[in-house]
Every structure is written in C-alpha cells, then in structure tokens.
C-alpha cells in the first residue's frame, strides 16, 4: 500500500461550490504539506504542517482552508471554488528534525472548477 | 526572485545519447538542501536524491549522475545513455535550514526520449 494517499484522484466541480481534498499517511511523519502544481510553474505551497497544532500559510494560501485532523491526515478545502484553482494538487509529508528533511509526495489530485 | 531555476523547459534527445539538466539555485543560507524529483506521464513525484550544502561530492547511481558545484550554485543532473522511460518531467528544489523545511521548486524540465 502506498504511504501517501489522496482522495478523490480526480474530481469535476463547478463555480462556487465547497470540495475538500484528503490527505493520508501511514510513515509516521509529523509534518504535512499542500502544494498546486500548474503548467509551466513548477509547484507552489499551499499550506504546511508541522505538527497537529501548527499550521502555517504558504506562498498561495488565498481561497484554500486546510484541517489537521490527526497526525495522520491533512485535507485541503476550496470554500468557494473558481476556475484558476483547477490544478494538479499535492499531498507531502516530511520528519521533523533538522528542517532539511525529503519531503515524499502522494500520487496527486487532479481538480477541474468549471 | 525565484530560488530554483531551470531554464531548460524541454528537451528532446535520441535514446542512448547523454543529457545533462541544469539546475540553478539562489540562497543566503549556509545550509541548505538540494533534491531532484521525477515525474513521470503518470503524474506522481519520485524523489530521486537529496544533498546537503556541506557534501560537494558528486554522486553517481546507475545511469543516472549528479554534479554539485558552490561556486557556480548549481546542481546539475546527468543521464547517461537515455532510455524511453526516462521521458518525465524533473524538478530541482531547494529547502533552506532558515525557512525551515520550506521547499522552493524549480519550474521544471520536459525530457523526452525518443526512440
């Protein structure tokens, strides 16, 4: 089974509705990652999590919501959907330690806001 | 400014030949990591190497070659005599001890491999 799992795989909405995103592990990391990845922009952080209690913004945070449930789940929530947020989106987890730690990814969500 | 650039958007090569991926970063920090991801056409993100700002020692696995230089702050990635399922998009990315595990990615790569 895969340590990093995302749901839904793909997911079809429109204009201004509310859709979470899921997010699960099973290696035992403490910190949690959101990022979006566009064409021709590489990928960009959404939200971070170091800890069931720390949650932080990061670089494109506007629009988007995130909940750390437990340690081992971390969704992302589009409140109001818009067509610019259709992306490719991805979970990542990471230790905690130094800082510098590889942060391993989870097969990707691919949203489409019509 | 960005961190991580690579400004080889795509690339197209004949299989068997070498390609080489450049990778430029920028930072204050003294110590800091450098990773490559591949992506392949299925999407996921398959982390490939990681290396710290104190080990300037290239590293080699298989066909694959990372060359690591300060000086010209750049970590270049090298394939040697390319296959078809080396065809992804790859990224280079920077994580900085003072953002503390914040990761900057480059834009990307497009290798294709032709047969």
């Known amino acids: 089974d895969a340590d990093v799992t995302q749901t839904p795989r793909n997911r079809i909405t429109k204009t201004g509705k509310r859709i979470m995103l899921e997010c699960s592990q099973t290696?035992?990391?403490?910190?949690m990652y959101w990022y979006r990845q566009d064409p021709g922009l590489g990928l960009r952080l959404i939200y971070y999590?170091?800890?069931?209690?720390?949650?932080n913004k990061g670089e494109i945070s506007d629009g988007y919501s995130v909940s750390r449930q437990a340690q081992a789940k971390f969704s992302l929530s589009l409140e109001s959907a818009i067509p610019n947020q259709t992306a490719l989106y991805f979970c990542?987890?990471?230790?905690?330690?130094?800082?510098?730690?590889?942060?391993?990814f989870g097969p990707g969500t691919r949203l489409l806001v019509l | 400014a960005q961190k991580v650039t690579q400004a080889q958007t795509e690339i197209s090569v004949v299989e068997k030949e070498d390609v080489t991926l450049d990778c430029v970063y920028e930072?204050?920090?003294?110590?800091?990591?450098l990773f490559w991801y591949k992506q392949p056409p299925s999407g996921e993100l398959v982390f490939l190497i990681r290396?710290?700002?104190?080990?300037?020692q290239n590293e080699i696995s298989g066909r694959y070659s990372w060359n690591f230089q300060k000086s010209t702050s750049s970590f270049n990635f090298t394939i040697t005599a390319s296959q078809v399922v080396d065809s992804a998009v790859y990224f280079c990315?920077?994580?900085?001890?003072?953002?503390?595990?914040?990761?900057?990615f480059g834009t990307g790569t497009s290798l294709t491999v032709i047969p």
């Open positions: 290396r710290n700002s104190f080990d300037e």
């Open positions: 990542a987890t990471s230790t905690s330690g130094t800082g510098l730690e590889t942060q391993y």
């Open positions: 990315a920077l994580s900085e001890a003072y953002t503390g595990n914040q990761f900057y």
């Open positions: 930072t204050r920090d003294t110590t800091y990591y």
């Open positions: 290696k035992g990391h403490d910190r």
């Open positions: 999590s170091f800890d069931v209690k720390d949650i």
